[in-house]
């Protein structure tokens, strides 16, 4: 599932902003409580089909989560993670790489607290240059409290804060040559 309500969760929401682009459902392949480390497995089925779909192939990360939950990913291993799933996509042929930070969860503990800042630390140096972009949607007014009324369970955003998330990530897509948001 999607960082947010299906019907208009955060890819969806975050789309609006681009009619013109094609933006099939299928793109976003989210598969819910699934880590970066498993998803790698499946990256080529996923999303090779949509590589060649049109003038540009963009890829917008949104997750890490489970990572640091349940997989205990120190911010270092994570970020480790992060730049060969990077690394797979630009073998597999995308030219865009925009990378989110994680925000806070009221399902960390005080270790996987300090594992997703020192995360977020990582990944906003993106010292390997494997992404083009970073957003910090982890200090967003509204995201950077897991008990806001824009968080369903403490983890997952309601439709209110994907509307948040998008605003903070729409800019770093029309940075991209011929996107450019309504």
């Not at 459902?25 to 779909?53: C, D, E, F, H, Q």
């Not at 997703?116 to 390997?128: F, I, P």
Request: glycine share 10%; aromatic share 10%.
């Amino acid at each position: 599932t999607f960082p947010g309500p299906l019907s208009n969760g955060d890819p969806t929401v975050t789309m609006e902003s681009f009619p013109t682009v094609p933006f099939p459902p299928a793109a976003a392949t989210a598969i819910g409580a699934t880590s970066w480390t498993s998803l790698r497995k499946s990256l080529t089925a996923r999303l090779g089909p949509y590589v060649n779909a049109g003038k540009y192939a963009a890829w917008i990360g949104v997750g890490g989560q489970n990572d640091i939950e349940f997989e205990n990913d120190t911010g270092a291993s994570l970020y480790a993670t992060e730049v060969e799933y990077a690394a797979a996509l630009r073998t597999l042929g995308f030219d865009y790489l925009i990378a989110t930070t994680i925000p806070p969860s009221t399902g960390y503990s005080a270790g996987q607290e300090t594992n997703r800042t020192d995360h977020n630390t990582l990944l906003l140096a993106d010292a390997e240059g494997a992404f083009d972009a970073v957003v910090d949607i982890a200090t967003v007014p509204g995201l950077d409290d897991a008990e806001s009324a824009n968080y369903s369970d403490g983890l997952h955003w309601t439709g209110a804060g994907c509307i948040l998330a998008a605003a903070a990530v729409v800019p770093y897509i029309e940075a991209i040559p011929g996107f450019k948001a309504v």
